[in-house]
């Protein structure tokens, strides 16, 4: 199985294989039908998608669950993945401090990404935030300067922020107009989707 033939073979090799990150053991497959018309790449699993073995389930997948549903865009019906396949951590007592992957370690992942959209073809690639836009492009690029429609080598795609920033700004005003920034991208990646049908 070196040479994997389907996605389910992909997955069943990386969940043997050992992390190249430091913290967690449990490689975190994407998830969403295969041929969706859309896949979104994020940088890798956090706490509770290490716990669950799902892709975006906790604080960040929430916000993009909210998201897609304001934008007319079914989860169900889309992928949802990440760079790094593997949650990256410290342990502070009690608590698993997420750990930003280095670029070594995300070119060390981007095969498996790169197989792994192989397999779900979509018609659109998003990549969320700096690490997903580092792994798809092969180098990295400024979010903000790029965000919005950009093609990934062969890959038609787009480029916006990793939900988890929207949980990090402070200012409440200013948490507002990103999130309904974020949404508007969030249209804009459906228009695309329908018009690559």
Do not use: C
């Amino acid at each position: 199985m070196e040479n994997p033939q389907t996605l389910a073979e992909l997955n069943a090799l990386m969940a043997h294989m050992h992390p190249r990150v430091e913290g967690g053991e449990r490689a975190v497959p994407g998830e969403g039908p295969i041929g969706a018309q859309v896949a979104f790449v994020g940088e890798q699993p956090g706490d509770q998608e290490d716990i669950q073995g799902r892709p975006f389930v906790g604080p960040a997948g929430q916000v993009l669950d909210r998201a897609l549903q304001e934008a007319g865009i079914d989860r169900s019906k889309v992928y949802v993945t990440n760079a790094v396949k593997h949650f990256k951590f410290q342990q502070r007592g009690k608590r698993r401090i997420h750990q930003k992957p280095t670029a070594g370690e995300v070119k060390h992942y981007r095969w498996w990404l790169a197989r792994e959209l192989d397999f779900v073809a979509p018609h659109l690639v998003v990549a969320l935030g700096s690490t997903a836009v580092l792994a798809l492009s092969g180098k990295a690029l400024s979010v903000t300067r790029f965000r919005g429609a950009h093609d990934f080598e062969e890959r038609k795609g787009y480029i916006t922020v990793h939900p988890s920033y929207l949980l990090r700004i402070p200012d409440r005003e200013a948490k507002a107009a990103a999130y309904r920034d974020f949404v508007g991208d969030m249209r804009a990646i459906r228009k695309m989707s329908l018009q690559t049908v």
